[in-house]
């Protein structure tokens, strides 16, 4: 059971402002700032730092977040097994859009026919949905496309993605393609911000001193399938995963657009909470995982 002093830590450390942890937790400030005492007595360490008026974690106080998260989720998988009435595999797992749209129907169906009894709860969300909720302990693992701090997770590698351009073959440019920045004239069709789809874009744009904000126009869509159909009804250009749009591109609806200075690969990556006591259990799903695409 993880202590109350603790809880009062995590707290504080999402609100990072004691009078908004002490409302979260329904206890008085001075009860919060006790809490905080108490453990950097007991660690002989500050936990937190102001920065002019924001209350910043130290370097001790992120290692303590870090652990305590993975205690908190560790926990609550524990009291979920204790609580099964039956012995059955329940695995509790997110998945981003693109991974969850174009790889999941397949890997899900092999493994149910390996293990049919298995008990799967499986979300879609975008990358930084999906962090927090492995980092409050609804979910147990995920598979994602975007980035995530690897000092905080513990991870294996799914597969390796090309990342390209895509518009529908009867598509006006306003210039002819032959590098990114030529298609700043164009519409550009984006998945929210949080998609790992979209943030492998804006980090190669920033990488270039670029962004964003340079296309004449912008169109967030949160849904993969409708970002599909707008850009081959010819209403914009966007980037994606080539294994998203692979059916498209081989019955023509979908052209990739020629780039000589834009060549793009991702991981798709099976993350953890770093240091989680059943990190051996996890290896072995996604060692099922892999095998049931083989």
Not at 251 to 280: C, M, N
């Amino acid at each position: 059971m993880l202590d109350f002093r603790m809880e009062t830590f995590l707290a504080v450390c999402q609100c990072m402002n004691f009078t908004r942890a002490s409302e979260q937790l329904n206890i008085t400030q001075p009860a919060v700032s006790q809490h905080i005492r108490f453990l950097e007595k007991h660690y002989n360490t500050k936990l937190f730092r102001y920065e002019g008026k924001k209350l910043r974690l130290t370097g001790a106080g992120e290692i303590l977040r870090n652990a305590s998260l993975t205690m908190m989720h560790d926990e609550m998988s524990m009291q979920s097994e204790m609580q099964k009435s039956e012995e059955t595999e329940e695995i509790r797992f997110g998945a981003t859009r693109t991974v969850g749209d174009v790889l999941m129907g397949k890997i899900l169906e092999n493994y149910l026919k390996n293990y049919p009894e298995a008990g799967i709860h499986m979300i879609v969300e975008n990358t930084k949905e999906l962090l927090q909720r492995l980092d409050e302990g609804t979910i147990d693992f995920a598979l994602v496309e975007g980035f995530f701090k690897k000092s905080e997770y513990d991870y294996q590698k799914y597969s390796d993605e090309n990342y390209i351009g895509v518009c529908s073959p009867d598509y006006q440019f306003h210039e002819t393609p032959e590098t990114l920045e030529n298609l700043f004239q164009e519409r550009i069709l984006l998945r929210e911000e949080g998609s790992g789809t979209r943030e492998v874009l804006e980090r190669w744009l920033d990488s270039q001193n670029l962004g964003i904000r340079d296309f004449r126009q912008t169109m967030e869509v949160g849904s993969l399938q409708t970002i599909r159909e707008l850009t081959k009804a010819g209403c914009g250009i966007t980037f994606l995963y080539e294994a998203a749009v692979k059916e498209d591109l081989k019955a023509g609806t979908l052209q990739k657009i020629p780039l000589k200075d834009f060549h793009v690969s991702h991981e798709f990556t099976f993350i953890w909470r770093r240091g989680s006591i059943y990190a051996d259990r996890y290896r072995e799903i996604f060692r099922r995982f892999s095998k049931n695409t083989d």
